[in-house]
């Protein structure tokens, strides 16, 4: 054990446990963690290796013996049939029929929906009737023929704390600084916390806001593999995941004139957001008044403290997506989640910074057991920090409408996590105001870059620090990005362009808080251009976000005259390809010639070719350029040269797109969403 381990020994005796152990036996079943990790504690609370080792043969007996597994129900209802009663270790749930006048227990895994329960198990354990729990079941069977049903329950125990000490909880975090309960968050939730940076740190308490902080709209989009789902699905069983959404399931049931999901859970939150399936556009409308306010009406006024958290899958570059004028970080997102819906997100997780699940990231030091730490946030949603926040907390002007609520509801979850009964320091509170800024102006820029007018412009969102200077903080992926930075705008005929509301105040100088977020000082400095550099990368056979101007654009900016090689530019579609670059190239302005060496297969090929580059010439001097050509024979290579020393090679040339299955299909005039052939593309810094 090293220090922090013999601390949380100390401090929480009996309420942590060793996180290598759960990682051994997880791997082999799928219980959720809390249920493995009670298990543990029951037969593994020793330092001794033999009897460690005793108690995790244990843990392996009883999961064979007890644990039924969904294809298993039947050989299960057949063991209690034989024996007259067995126990196991299943969720349970309880549900009252009207009409029988009677409440019925269901078993998930054992397969039966009606189960004979006494009235104590359900008096005594509201949850039960709330969406169920994890619990150790004794399961008779019943003999007498004239009942109508044919098991019961004898016995019920819950995997849960039958009591929490608050006090306890409070007055152990005083022993620990700031890092240091960092970290043993970190190691509960099942990674060492020695392999991640601070930035790395602040991602996965983000995945723990809603646990902490009633009503608390969350949103984390990401690559695949990289444990989205897990904090949800696996530690707490206060949490429920869920893959579609509609009013009686959410909300309310008119029917039944019951109350959905946000009534039972502490946590509602939807896997793979992509592939939600909402079912009407009451949802919508009922989504947006609960994550605005925790309340709706749907005949009755209905108040519930559910927050909402949502994860799912970016199957794009996430530079090409901030450097795209036309698509956002929200593009997974149905399309029934409007403007309103995103504006309510109080913070945008960046899973594409969050590592692949890998053994290399997991600890095999203590942490605090799954459900004391679930029991403590669940304690810790009920109290409220924004006094702290509102008389601590000073920001910019560029704070407005839900900002304002969002950020502050970000920082009393952080305060909650990381003091849930004391106060940071002040350089502790501005990294958390710098964190929290940073959530909310991801979605904000989004937001900026959908709405053609000036509502979300003002995302260069600020706090003031304990010198009284004011700092922005940037989000990394977009700090700089024009596109992302100063949107295009949509204008009125004989309209004078007319710069954003934000974009009129000069800034800024670096001055980063911390090397992981990143925040400037105001000054009267403008920020440096990016620079532009070398890139690499393939095109996959069907891929999409792939224009001439994601690929192209940003290195024709100061070009003069571009030549381009091609053996293949002579059929009519190819041809098209050329004009289309022709057009992308007219709209930077700056260059004035183009040059083109390609092939052909016959001289009628070629006739026909240069009737069609003759049209283009004729079009492109309207606009400044010259437009030559030349046929050769030898002709091989397919590159891009321009005059300001860029060399841009794309293995198919301007031939990278399927072709659509029919012209009247989406795609097949946008070549944005136009799906893709597999090429190489590599672009080369060259002497001009």
Same mark, same amino acid.
């Given at each position: 054990?090293?220090?922090?381990?013999?601390?949380?020994?100390?401090?929480?005796?009996?309420?942590?446990?060793?996180?290598?152990?759960?990682?051994?036996?997880?791997?082999?079943?799928?219980?959720?963690?809390?249920?493995?990790?009670?298990?543990?504690?029951?037969?593994?609370?020793?330092?001794?290796?033999?009897?460690?080792?005793?108690?995790?043969?244990?843990?392996?007996?009883?999961?064979?013996? !007890?644990?039924?597994?969904?294809?298993?129900? !039947?050989?299960?209802?057949? %063991?209690?049939?034989?024996?007259?009663?067995?126990?196991?270790?299943?969720?349970?749930?309880?549900?009252?029929?009207?009409?029988?006048?009677?409440?019925?227990?269901?078993?998930? !895994?054992? @397969?039966?929906?009606?189960?004979?329960?006494?009235?104590?198990?359900?008096?005594?354990?509201?949850?039960?009737?709330?969406?169920?729990?994890?619990?150790?079941? %004794?399961?008779?069977?019943?003999?007498?023929?004239?009942?109508?049903?044919?098991?019961?329950?004898?016995?019920?125990?819950?995997?849960?704390?039958?009591?929490?000490?608050?006090?306890?909880?409070?007055?152990?975090?005083? /022993?620990?600084?700031?890092?240091?309960?960092?970290?043993?968050?970190?190691?509960? +939730?099942?990674?060492?916390?020695?392999?991640? %940076?601070?930035?790395?740190?602040?991602?996965?308490?983000?995945?723990?806001?809603?646990?902490?902080?009633?009503?608390?709209?969350?949103?984390?989009?990401?690559?695949?593999?990289?444990?989205?789902?897990?904090?949800?699905?696996?530690?707490? &069983?206060?949490?429920?995941?869920?893959? $579609?959404?509609?009013?009686?399931?959410?909300?309310?049931?008119?029917?039944?004139?019951?109350?959905?999901?946000?009534?039972?859970?502490?946590?509602?939150?939807?896997?793979?957001?992509?592939?939600?399936?909402?079912?009407?556009?009451?949802?919508?409308?009922?989504?947006?008044?609960?994550?605005?306010?925790?309340?709706?009406?749907?005949?009755?006024?209905?108040?519930?403290?559910?927050?909402?958290?949502?994860? @799912?899958?970016?199957?794009?570059?996430?530079?090409?997506?901030?450097?795209?004028?036309?698509?956002?970080?929200?593009? &997974?997102? &149905?399309?029934?989640?409007?403007?309103?819906?995103?504006?309510?997100?109080?913070?945008?997780?960046?899973?594409?910074?969050?590592?692949?699940?890998?053994?290399?990231?997991?600890?095999?030091?203590?942490?605090?057991?799954?459900?004391?730490?679930?029991?403590?946030?669940?304690?810790?949603?009920?109290?409220?920090?924004?006094?702290?926040?509102?008389?601590?907390?000073?920001?910019?002007?560029?704070?407005?409408?839900?900002?304002?609520?969002?950020?502050?509801?970000?920082?009393?979850?952080?305060?909650?996590?990381?003091?849930?009964?004391?106060?940071?320091?002040?350089?502790?509170?501005?990294?958390?105001?710098?964190?929290?800024?940073?959530?909310?102006?991801?979605?904000?820029?989004?937001?900026?870059?959908?709405?053609?007018?000036?509502?979300?412009?003002?995302?260069?969102?600020?706090?003031?620090?304990?010198?009284?200077?004011?700092?922005?903080?940037?989000?990394?992926?977009?700090?700089?990005?024009?596109?992302?930075?100063? &949107? %295009?705008?949509?204008?009125?005929?004989?309209?004078?362009?007319?710069?954003?509301?934000?974009?009129?105040?000069?800034?800024?100088?670096?001055?980063?808080?911390?090397?992981?977020?990143?925040?400037?000082?105001?000054?009267?400095?403008?920020?440096?251009?990016?620079?532009?550099? /070398?890139?690499?990368?393939?095109?996959?056979?069907?891929?999409?976000?792939?224009?001439?101007?994601?690929?192209?654009?940003?290195?024709?900016?100061?070009?003069?005259? +571009?030549?381009?090689?091609?053996?293949?530019?002579?059929?009519?579609?190819?041809?098209?390809?050329?004009?289309?670059?022709?057009?992308?190239?007219?709209?930077?302005?700056?260059?004035?010639?183009?040059?083109?060496?390609?092939?052909?297969?016959? $001289?009628?090929? $070629?006739?026909?070719?240069?009737?069609?580059?003759?049209?283009?010439?004729?079009?492109?001097?309207?606009?400044?350029?010259?437009?030559?050509?030349?046929?050769?024979?030898?002709?091989?290579?397919?590159?891009?040269?321009?005059?300001?020393?860029?060399?841009?090679?794309?293995?198919?040339?301007?031939?990278?797109?399927?072709?659509?299955?029919?012209?009247?299909?989406?795609?097949?005039?946008?070549?944005? +969403?136009?799906?893709?052939?597999?090429?190489?593309?590599?672009?080369?810094?060259?002497?001009?």
């Amino acid at each position: 054990m090293d220090d922090l381990d013999k601390k949380l020994n100390d401090v929480y005796p009996g309420r942590v446990v060793r996180k290598d152990l759960l990682h051994r036996i997880k791997k082999g079943t799928n219980v959720p963690s809390f249920v493995l990790e009670f298990l543990l504690a029951k037969y593994c609370a020793s330092d001794d290796p033999d009897e460690i080792e005793a108690g995790i043969q244990a843990v392996f007996e009883t999961l064979e013996k !007890n644990y039924v597994r969904p294809d298993e129900a !039947n050989r299960a209802q057949s %063991t209690v049939q034989q024996k007259g009663k067995h126990k196991f270790i299943d969720k349970v749930h309880v549900t009252y029929k009207e009409k029988e006048k009677r409440h019925w227990a269901e078993m998930e !895994n054992f @397969g039966s929906r009606r189960i004979a329960i006494p009235e104590k198990f359900y008096r005594d354990n509201d949850r039960l009737l709330e969406g169920g729990i994890w619990a150790e079941v %004794t399961v008779g069977h019943n003999d007498i023929d004239d009942d109508d049903y044919a098991f019961y329950i004898e016995d019920l125990r819950p995997i849960q704390l039958s009591k929490f000490d608050s006090d306890a909880f409070y007055a152990g975090r005083e /022993e620990f600084t700031r890092d240091e309960w960092m970290d043993a968050l970190m190691r509960s +939730i099942g990674l060492e916390p020695a392999r991640m %940076t601070s930035r790395l740190k602040f991602h996965y308490l983000a995945r723990l806001f809603s646990f902490v902080e009633a009503n608390y709209n969350f949103i984390e989009l990401g690559p695949r593999g990289t444990g989205k789902s897990f904090v949800f699905s696996e530690f707490s &069983p206060y949490a429920t995941l869920v893959s $579609q959404a509609s009013t009686p399931t959410l909300f309310y049931n008119n029917a039944r004139h019951k109350v959905g999901l946000v009534g039972f859970w502490d946590i509602v939150a939807f896997d793979e957001v992509a592939r939600v399936k909402v079912k009407d556009k009451e949802t919508v409308d009922i989504l947006k008044n609960y994550m605005a306010n925790g309340r709706f009406s749907r005949g009755v006024e209905v108040i519930a403290n559910a927050s909402l958290a949502f994860v @799912g899958n970016i199957d794009y570059s996430i530079q090409q997506l901030v450097n795209s004028t036309q698509y956002d970080l929200f593009i &997974p997102l &149905p399309k029934e989640f409007d403007l309103a819906i995103m504006d309510r997100f109080f913070t945008y997780m960046p899973g594409w910074e969050i590592p692949k699940n890998s053994s290399e990231y997991l600890t095999g030091n203590y942490g605090f057991i799954t459900d004391y730490l679930a029991e403590a946030f669940h304690l810790l949603a009920k109290q409220s920090r924004f006094d702290y926040v509102t008389k601590n907390c000073k920001f910019g002007s560029s704070i407005e409408g839900r900002d304002e609520l969002a950020v502050k509801k970000t920082l009393a979850a952080l305060l909650k996590l990381l003091h849930p009964a004391g106060e940071p320091t002040r350089k502790e509170l501005e990294e958390y105001m710098a964190y929290a800024l940073e959530g909310r102006r991801r979605v904000k820029e989004q937001l900026n870059k959908r709405k053609h007018d000036d509502e979300y412009a003002r995302v260069n969102l600020s706090y003031f620090n304990d010198e009284g200077k004011e700092v922005i903080v940037w989000c990394p992926e977009s700090k700089g990005v024009e596109a992302t930075q100063k &949107p %295009t705008r949509q204008k009125l005929p004989g309209t004078p362009d007319i710069q954003p509301v934000e974009n009129m105040r000069e800034e800024v100088l670096v001055d980063d808080i911390k090397p992981e977020i990143s925040a400037e000082i105001v000054s009267d400095k403008k920020p440096a251009q990016p620079e532009l550099k /070398e890139e690499h990368y393939t095109i996959f056979y069907g891929d999409t976000g792939h224009s001439y101007q994601s690929i192209f654009g940003k290195y024709l900016k100061g070009c003069k005259s +571009i030549y381009i090689e091609d053996p293949y530019i002579r059929s009519q579609h190819q041809i098209q390809n050329l004009v289309r670059f022709s057009e992308m190239a007219a709209k930077v302005g700056s260059v004035k010639s183009i040059k083109l060496l390609t092939g052909s297969d016959s $001289q009628y090929q $070629q006739v026909e070719a240069e009737e069609k580059f003759t049209m283009l010439q004729e079009s492109l001097q309207e606009y400044g350029i010259e437009f030559t050509w030349q046929f050769s024979d030898t002709v091989h290579d397919r590159e891009v040269k321009l005059d300001n020393g860029w060399l841009i090679k794309v293995g198919r040339g301007f031939d990278i797109y399927q072709k659509p299955d029919n012209w009247f299909t989406i795609g097949s005039s946008d070549y944005n +969403i136009r799906p893709c052939m597999e090429t190489k593309v590599d672009v080369f810094r060259v002497e001009s």
